[in-house]
């Protein structure tokens, strides 16, 4: 715990004008960002006795080592840069909103030739128009079946669309009328573009033109007795207007407005925000976010608006924004809206009326939400606590494991052996640290060794990383297995950062310490994320005692001696200790063994799904694939020419070299490596007996291309066969 008097800066030192400050741990990771109008008095707020600072404000301070500051023009610069490095760093005692883009948006592709109508989530995306959000995806589903009736715009994905094109066969909707099928030609580009446009003109809430245009053409089909096509208009005009009495109208004038409530307590804050486009309420979503500090609720607001807007432009920021409290000062918040938005906006506290009426309703569910939120994490955190004590307790450990870290181990009959690493922080799963190795000293079947491989990898990092910052005495680093110093040693892999936890793609595929994402709480010099900087006070191993040793031999050859180890065996759930004859035997209600197998157990599915992934990428090889230099783009030019592999080894060098974008080195390439694979046994239809070629265009398989071995045996028999 630092003393805020040790980096106080000195007097005089602090401006006097507006700017960004940042707090940084004896890590130089960014814990805090802040802005002031004047730097030098917001500051000094920090700096004294820390009895009259508020308890979170105080646990920050002391968790600081130095402060920095940055000076801007104005406030609306000093608003836009606290944004933008909140965004950057993820401060830990920053003010965040919990549940931010989970919410289900409607959203028409107006960015493609035949724009789709499909439910999305997460970072919008440019020349996509959103609709909502909305509290689930069935109640976005339910709307859209009953617009297509009037506006029977594509809902396929791209696959179906292209398979419906090559076929010239629409899918069920096509054929129903809920689809108007432009893949097959019965409505032109331009054409269906315009009924898209019209579908999300009725769903921004111009409704009254669109029905009344309905209306008058139903009148002049009676009048003409088309009486066929008046019913349809008819049933159409009840479709749209079951669709919107889905919303009922809240405001008389169609207002386009956002309702903004706070509820909170000392600890906690929920805000609620109602999304009202055309009087009518479109959108719902709700946030809970931790007070780390004594935060007025204009100061709550103005981070719900910069979190609500902060990657909005034009329309999606509404004209009028209504508000519990307003910001101090609320100048350049305004401003910074009208800059997004392009035009005024309005930001106040309604008084009257409807929108006041309305307010009161936003309230209420604000408050239902911070009951709801407070009651479910009680719950959670009594439950977690007692779970990390009985840990605790169980290992001798000297304090609660707040950060747990497990391995396995995974491979199929000795193949593709690979590793996973997972943590856990308080008792939940921090996702965003995750890391998956292969294993690279051997090749074979042998988890103890691999064990031992991993462990060592995973802390030598670990000990470079404690060099480079100087935490590590010059002199003291640890040798690799080559001789070279830990800090001069090459990386084992990259950590390739991706969105939504996708696994990384482009690169050199998945590699030791490759993670989902850097998650926040691993950060550089700089603040950003890095890779193995922290320990954790409990390494937890998937098997028994064989492994538990190898886990501590290889603590113990790096000199590690603060870290604890066990091992979970799945037999009969023992909790193996280093050096231990006996296991400890938890009981089988004990919370503590409970989060031990959830630790486990996660191990076990992120190691089985990174094994499968290399397993599926390697059955899907062919032998072009081992062509050096050659690409996916000439490879399937290869394939499109020849019509399969088999074609294409019995082709000539010459003929290959009449492929565009084919030279003849490349071709000569070609045939030398199609001439050393192996043809696989021809495929055998198991219902006719008969032979199977591949002169219907699908690449050839080999011995290294796609399909299971054939020892590999049943679908059951190779799940047992995996770990």
Request: glycine share 8%.
């Amino acid at each position: 715990m630092a003393d805020p008097s040790s980096y106080r800066p000195r007097p005089g030192e602090i401006p006097d004008s507006p700017g960004v400050y940042r707090f940084r741990d004896e890590h130089r990771r960014v814990i805090y960002v802040g802005k002031a109008k004047s730097l030098r008095q917001r500051l000094a707020n920090y700096f004294q006795d820390l009895a009259h600072l508020h308890p979170r404000t105080r646990t920050m301070v002391t968790t600081a080592a130095s402060v920095e500051w940055t000076v801007v023009s104005t406030e609306v610069e000093a608003l836009q840069l606290e944004y933008s490095w909140i965004k950057e760093y993820d401060p830990r005692f920053n003010v965040k909103y919990r549940d931010d883009k989970s919410y289900p948006y409607l959203a028409v592709t107006m960015n493609e030739e035949f724009p789709r109508v499909q439910v999305m989530r997460g970072q919008k995306k440019k020349g996509v128009r959103y609709f909502g959000p909305y509290g689930h995806a069935w109640a976005i589903r339910d709307t859209v079946d009953l617009l297509l009736r009037v506006f029977p715009v594509r809902t396929c994905s791209a696959g179906v669309f292209k398979n419906a094109a090559r076929t010239g066969r629409p899918c069920l909707l096509g054929y129903i009328g809920k689809c108007s099928a432009p893949c097959v030609g019965r409505i032109t580009p331009d054409d269906h573009w315009d009924l898209a446009d019209e579908f999300c003109d009725f769903m921004a809430g111009r409704t009254g033109t669109y029905l009344r245009r309905l209306e008058r053409q139903m009148a002049e089909a009676a009048e003409d007795m088309e009486y066929e096509r008046a019913a349809r208009l008819r049933d159409d005009i009840g479709a749209l207007k079951k669709a919107m009495e889905k919303s009922a109208v809240v405001l008389a004038d169609a207002t386009d407005a956002d309702l903004i409530a706070v509820a909170e307590d000392e600890l906690e804050a929920a805000v609620q925000i109602f999304h009202v486009r055309g009087g009518r309420v479109r959108g719902q979503r709700g946030w809970v976010t931790d007070k780390v500090e004594e935060i007025t609720t204009g100061a709550l607001v103005e981070h719900a608006l910069q979190q609500l807007y902060g990657e909005e432009r034009g329309d999606a920021v509404p004209k009028e924004v209504l508000v519990p409290a307003l910001p101090d000062p609320v100048e350049p918040v305004q401003q910074w809206l009208a800059e997004r938005r392009g035009s005024g906006v309005s930001l106040r506290i309604p008084q009257r009326g409807d929108k006041k009426a309305l307010m009161e309703t936003v309230q209420r569910n604000a408050q239902q939400a911070l009951v709801l939120h407070k009651t479910k994490r009680a719950s959670d955190l009594t439950t977690r606590s007692r779970a990390l004590e009985e840990i605790a307790e169980s290992l001798d450990l000297d304090s609660a494991p707040l950060r747990i870290e497990c391995y396995d181990i995974s491979h199929l009959q000795g193949d593709d052996v690979v590793a996973s690493m997972v943590v856990f922080e308080d008792g939940l799963a921090r996702k965003s640290e995750y890391r998956r190795f292969q294993i690279k000293g051997f090749e074979g079947q042998d988890d103890v060794r691999s064990m031992h491989e991993v462990i060592t990898r995973r802390f030598r990092r670990y000990l470079a990383e404690k060099e480079k910052t100087g935490e590590w005495a010059d002199g003291e680093g640890l040798a690799d297995d080559a001789g070279h110093p830990n800090g001069d040693a090459a990386p084992d892999g990259g950590a390739a950062p991706t969105d939504g936890g996708a696994a990384p793609t482009g690169g050199r595929g998945l590699t030791d310490g490759q993670a989902l994402t850097d998650g926040p709480a691993l950060k550089d010099d700089d603040g950003r994320p890095k890779r193995f900087a922290y320990p954790p006070q409990l390494v937890v191993v998937d098997g028994g005692q064989p492994q538990v040793a190898a886990a501590q031999r290889a603590l113990d050859e790096l000199g590690i001696d603060d870290i604890a180890v066990c091992g979970l065996a799945k037999r009969l759930e023992e909790v193996w200790l280093p050096r231990e004859d006996d296991p400890v035997v938890l009981p089988r209600t004990s919370e503590g063994l409970y989060l031990l197998q959830r630790v486990r157990d996660e191990a076990h599915r992120f190691a089985i799904t990174y094994q499968r992934a290399k397993r599926a990428k390697r059955f899907r090889a062919g032998p072009l694939d081992d062509v050096p230099g050659l690409g996916e783009t000439r490879k399937q030019a290869l394939i499109k020419h020849f019509g399969s592999v088999k074609k294409l080894r019995s082709a000539t060098i010459d003929q290959i070299c009449e492929v565009p974008g084919i030279g003849r080195k490349t071709a000569e390439t070609v045939a030398v490596a199609l001439a050393r694979a192996t043809p696989a046994a021809p495929a055998v239809n198991t219902a006719t007996g008969e032979i199977m070629d591949d002169d219907d265009g699908a690449p050839e398989t080999t011995a290294d291309a796609p399909g299971e071995p054939v020892s590999a045996g049943t679908p059951d028999e190779r799940r047992g066969q995996e770990r």
